[in-house]
C-alpha cells in the first residue's frame, strides 16, 4: 500500500480507503474486513452517525479494538436523525458538540482523525458550525475536519474559520461534477479530495443490474441512472472501463479506481464492501498503470455528456450544496 498527504493538512492515510457503509450489521464478517484492511495497510476507515443509525460507528470501534493506532477514523455528523431516519440537517454549534462526543463513545475512542459535516446546513452560518468543529480540535476530541458534498461559496468561508483538510464529495468516471470549478479550488486552497462511491455505486464495477431488478428497498431501485433508458445508455458508455481492463488482465473496478487515482496524488477514494475478494481487488488497483492515451479514452467515454440520468432523485439533490 502507498500513502498521500490530504492536502497541505499535514495528514497522511492509505492512497485507498475503506467506505464502512456497507458493512451491515455482521460484526464477525466486519471485524474481519477491518483487520484485512489493515493487515493490507488500509488507514483510512470512513463512517458516520447517520449509517445505522449509529451502529456503524459502533461496528467500526469494536473492529478496531487494539489496533486504534494503525488506524485514521474519519466520521461524519450534520443530520437531524428521528425514529431512525434522516429528518433533515442540523449543524447547530450545540448539536455539533453533542454528537461528536455520542460518536466519540460508539467509536470507543479519545479522538477522531478526521469529522466532517455530512450536509451544509442552509439555516446555520458555516462559520458557526465550523467554529464548534474548530473546538473540538483545541480540546483534541478531533485532530482534522472536514466538508461533505460543499459547494465553492461554503469550502471558502469553512476555510477562513479552520483550516479544512478534506472535501469528501461523489467523485468518480461517471460523477465528473467537481472538475469544473471544485478540484481547482480545492487545490488553491491545499484541501485533500476523498471520493465516495468511486465505483459508481458498483455500476462500473460492472456488477450493476436495471433498476426493475432491484428489491424496492434498495437504493438503485430509485437511482436515475439505474432505471429504463438511462440504463442501457450507461452500459454501453461504460463499455470502455471493461475493454480496458480486459486489456490490462485487470478487473472493471481496478480501472475505474486508477482512473481516480491517476487525477491527482490528493485524492484518496474510499470504496465500499463486505467482501474480502473485492478488498483485496480494490487494493490492487494501485498496481494498474494507465497510459494517457487509455486515460484520454475513459475521460471521453464517460464524459458528463455521455452519462445519461442525475446521481440522486430530486429530494436527495437538495441536499448538495451546488
Not at 51 to 66: D, H, I, Q, V
Not at 115 to 132: F, S
Not at 253 to 268: F, N, S, T
Not at 300 to 322: K, Q, T
Amino acid at each position: 500500500m502507498t500513502y498521500r498527504a490530504l492536502g497541505r493538512s499535514g495528514i497522511e492515510v492509505s492512497s485507498v480507503g475503506l467506505g464502512c457503509m456497507s458493512l451491515g450489521v455482521d460484526r464477525p464478517r466486519a471485524r474481519r474486513i477491518v483487520r484485512r484492511a489493515l493487515d493490507l495497510g488500509v488507514t483510512l476507515f470512513d463512517t458516520a452517525e447517520i449509517y445505522g443509525p449509529y451502529k456503524n460507528e459502533e461496528l467500526l470501534g469494536r473492529a478496531l479494538k487494539g489496533r486504534r493506532a494503525e488506524a485514521a477514523i474519519a466520521t461524519k455528523f450534520g443530520w437531524r436523525i428521528v425514529d431512525g431516519k434522516a429528518a433533515g440537517t442540523d449543524s447547530r454549534p450545540e448539536h455539533v458538540k453533542e454528537v461528536a462526543e455520542a460518536s466519540l463513545r460508539r467509536l470507543d475512542t479519545d479522538y477522531i482523525d478526521l469529522l466532517y459535516q455530512h450536509r451544509v446546513d442552509p439555516r446555520v452560518p458555516i462559520e458557526d458550525t465550523v467554529g464548534a468543529m474548530a473546538d473540538l480540535v483545541t480540546e483534541g476530541k478531533v485532530l482534522y475536519l472536514g466538508l461533505s458534498e460543499a459547494g465553492e461559496a461554503n469550502i471558502r468561508r469553512a476555510h477562513a474559520t479552520h483550516p479544512i483538510t478534506a472535501l469528501q464529495s461523489e467523485y468518480s468516471l461517471w460523477e465528473r461534477n467537481l472538475e469544473p470549478r471544485i478540484l481547482p479550488l480545492l487545490r488553491e486552497l491545499g484541501i485533500g479530495l476523498v471520493p465516495y462511491c468511486p465505483l459508481g455505486r458498483g455500476f462500473l464495477a460492472g456488477s450493476a443490474r436495471s433498476s426493475q431488478e432491484y428489491p424496492a428497498d434498495d437504493w438503485r431501485a430509485h437511482d436515475p441512472r439505474f432505471q429504463g433508458e438511462n440504463f442501457a445508455a450507461n452500459v454501453r458508455a461504460a463499455a470502455a472501463v471493461r475493454e480496458i481492463a480486459a486489456a490490462k488482465g485487470a478487473t472493471p473496478a481496478q480501472i475505474a479506481l486508477a482512473w481516480i487515482l491517476h487525477k491527482g496524488d490528493d485524492i484518496v477514494p474510499i470504496p465500499g464492501t463486505k467482501r474480502r475478494v473485492y478488498l483485496e481487488e480494490n487494493a490492487r488497483a494501485l498496481d494498474v498503470a494507465l497510459t494517457a492515451r487509455e486515460m484520454a479514452r475513459l475521460d471521453a467515454a464517460l464524459a458528463p455528456g455521455e452519462v445519461a440520468g442525475a446521481r440522486y432523485n430530486d429530494r436527495l439533490m437538495g441536499y448538495i450544496d451546488r
